[in-house]
């Protein structure tokens, strides 16, 4: 019934730019929080950035400066423009929204499918 959609990841060099999207869709009643995670192999996942409805956000430390998040909530996206890419940043990136969804109403956070980033020369 909700789907988050991703797109933009691959393959760039260290000290290069990509910009993630992901587009939610479905039966939606509202979007409140939104924000990306990633996941590198063997590692856990682990937050990047987040966005509120009212646009207030929040960066992991080792992204701070280099990422920057934002959304349109009138067309329920939100994306992530990543510069200065370090060969650590390369992981499975996933977006998160946390919904309400219609009928029925329900509150529940939703993930997309996960888009690979790779940072290497």
């Known amino acids: 019934q909700v789907q988050l959609v991703e797109s933009g990841g691959g393959l760039v060099q260290p000290g290069g730019s990509l910009t993630l999207s992901c587009a939610a869709s479905?039966?939606?009643?509202?979007?409140?929080?939104m924000g990306w995670y990633r996941q590198a192999p063997g590692k856990q996942r682990d937050l990047v950035a987040t966005i509120t409805s009212g646009g207030i956000t929040n960066y992991a430390d080792s992204v701070k400066g280099r990422f920057t998040i934002s959304r349109d909530n009138a067309q329920n996206t939100v994306s992530l423009q990543m510069n200065s890419l370090k060969p650590e940043d390369t992981a499975v990136y996933y977006c998160?929204?946390?919904?309400?969804?219609?009928?029925?109403?329900?509150?529940?956070?939703?993930w997309g499918q996960g888009t690979q980033v790779t940072v290497s020369s």
């Open positions: 998160n929204a946390d919904l309400l969804t219609m009928s029925p109403t329900i509150r529940y956070p939703y």
């Open positions: 479905g039966r939606i009643f509202r979007i409140y929080a």
